[in-house]
């Protein structure tokens, strides 16, 4: 069984900065994605950035040149700097893996979301 469990998340007042932290365990052969996510109280979940296995990245434009993503292969952990926070930054996070498992199983699935609030 695979678990991806986040931390870090917290209060931080305008142009803050926070890091968060989401460790996969449990059976796992490699993976291949792992990402973060947001959803904001009344809107849709979005994607934040994801790595892949390589080492590319990808962001929305909205958090371009203030949040970097970067990966522990060694640790199976993901993390996400985020610099100069916004009011507008504030939701809930989720962490994102696509991987296989030790059976070769694909697996793809998510943490259980840790609360980011940017507020002064």
């Known amino acids: 069984q695979v678990q991806l469990v986040e931390s870090g998340g917290g209060l931080v007042q305008p142009g803050g900065s926070l890091r968060l932290s989401c460790a996969a365990s449990g059976s796992i052969f490699s993976i291949k994605v792992m990402g973060w996510y947001r959803q904001a109280p009344g809107k849709q979940r979005e994607l934040v950035a994801i790595?892949?296995?390589?080492?590319?990245?990808n962001y929305a434009d909205s958090v371009k040149g203030r949040f970097t993503i970067s990966r522990d292969n060694a640790k199976n952990t993901v993390y996400l700097q985020m610099n100069s926070l916004e009011p507008e930054d504030t939701a809930v996070y989720y962490c994102n893996a696509d991987l296989l498992t030790g059976t070769r199983s694909r697996y793809v699935g998510w943490g259980q979301g840790t609360q980011v609030t940017v507020s002064s």
């Open positions: 790595i892949i296995s390589g080492g590319g990245t």
